[in-house]
């Protein structure tokens, strides 16, 4: 079930494979984040780019969430939800010029800036445009996330943001500028992460910063520790909870007294999403186990082929008999194209559907055409209802733009 609603009722009508949300855990989600930073003057950026379908969006302004832009594709999509300028902070280690412009012109809360170069972009952009751009400047604490190497973003080596020496230069030096106003800072090390260490060391990286700043008379509005709040993917995987991640954050930000933003993505969408899909086919292997060949690829849900991530895959409607060890398959023409290595099923057959857990974050929004196959589509249930909340892309979508 999802909520009120068998999924092979949904299957049924809208397909496979399928993504499916539940709109209250959703909802639920954004209030238990907001209620563990309660005691705190806070604003949750929903992080777009965990799943950017503009139902999921609009439900999260629905819940008072703002949001975190990481494109100009991504401020559309914020825009067409509903949100409005000063509720979008823009982030993203590349943007272009058109992008700026549009940031600039719009008048976002703040423009998360990469490098002293973007920062002379902005402040020029702005000149040329009469106006004055909220900037905030994205510091690299050098901390290790301990997640996926893929999604750690904290360290020296990695692409984002500025040391913290070289932050503090330049806002020093960049304070006068008639078409800047620095309002905050910002830090991001990292997603999936299981352990409130390196999201406290993060947060204290600004802190610090700004505390240095204050003493020098330069006054910011907020401090924006960014994402990264893990989930439990496999079974009895440990995480720390909203509590105990306010518990770490909070002590380091409120001596600033400055209000703290936060950015998250996967902690609130995950679990509200699973993914549908059907057997098409089942032959046994070499060494005895079963392939389980399934209609979602990796096109559909990239998380395991990308970084060997683990998602929960189960029957919908469980046959008895004994378990099958198997590996769940895609049908594209790669070995990667693995939803689920080793794992344990009821007995399946095919046309049976299966469903693939926590897909809800960087599931559809990853996917892809490879090996021209379509989109799949995305439903939203809501209690005893449920609808399609964007259809499934079709051939003819999929050829539109070519010449
Ligand atoms: N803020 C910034 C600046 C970010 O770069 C990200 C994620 C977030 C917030 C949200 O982080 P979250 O709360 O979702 O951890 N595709 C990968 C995850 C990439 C995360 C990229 N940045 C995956 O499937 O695991």
New binding site residues.
């Given amino acids: 079930m999802c909520e009120d609603v068998p999924l092979s009722a949904i299957a049924g009508v809208a397909g496979t494979p399928l993504h499916v949300y539940s709109r209250s855990v959703l909802r639920s989600r954004v209030r238990a984040l907001d209620a563990a930073f309660a005691s705190y003057p806070h604003d949750l950026h929903y992080?777009i780019?965990?799943n950017a379908t503009l139902a999921v969006v609009r439900e999260m302004r629905a819940e008072g969430a703002h949001a975190?832009a990481?494109s100009g594709g991504e401020i559309d999509v914020a825009l067409r939800a509903g949100f409005t300028p000063d509720q979008i902070v823009f982030?993203g280690v590349g943007k272009t010029h058109d992008e700026l412009v549009r940031a600039v012109t719009l008048g976002m809360k703040a423009i998360n800036a990469e490098s002293p170069g973007e920062m002379e972009r902005i402040d020029a952009i702005a000149r040329a445009h009469s106006t004055t751009a909220r900037v905030a400047v994205r510091v690299n604490p050098d901390v290790d996330a301990g997640s996926h190497p893929h999604?750690s973003?904290g360290l020296r080596s990695n692409k984002f943001g500025m040391s913290p020496a070289q932050a503090h230069a330049m806002v020093t030096s960049m304070m006068a500028r008639e078409h800047l106003r620095v309002v905050g800072l910002h830090v991001?090390v990292g997603?999936?992460i299981t352990s409130a260490e390196p999201l406290r060391r993060g947060a204290a990286a600004i802190a610090d910063l700004a505390g240095a700043l204050a003493a020098e008379g330069v006054h910011l509005e907020h401090l924006d520790v960014?994402?990264?709040?893990g989930i439990p993917y496999e079974p009895g995987q440990t995480v720390i909870s909203a509590d105990e991640y306010a518990a770490a954050v909070l002590p380091v930000v409120k001596p600033t007294g400055l209000r703290l933003i936060l950015?998250?993505?996967?902690?609130i969408t995950a679990q509200a999403g699973a993914l549908l899909t059907r057997v098409v086919d089942l032959k046994t292997q070499a060494d005895g186990r079963w392939f389980v060949i399934v209609d979602a690829g990796m096109n559909d849900l990239l998380?395991p082929a990308l970084?060997n991530?683990w998602h929960e895959i189960e029957a919908v409607e469980p046959r008895d008999g004994e378990p099958m060890a198997c590996d769940v398959v895609g049908p594209v023409c790669e070995t990667s194209d693995t939803l689920g290595r080793n794992r344990h099923l009821p007995p399946v057959e095919v046309g049976d559907l299966l469903v693939v857990r926590d897909t809800g974050?960087?599931g559809s929004i990853?996917a892809s055409n490879y090996n021209r196959r379509p989109i799949a589509a995305e439903a939203l249930v809501d209690g005893a209802d449920w609808r399609v909340v964007r259809r499934r892309q079709t051939i003819d979508d999929m050829l539109q733009w070519d010449e």
């Fill in positions: 992080a780019k965990a975190d990481n982030t999604i973003t991001h997603s999936q960014g994402g990264g709040l950015e998250p993505g996967r902690w998380r970084y991530a974050a960087y990853m």
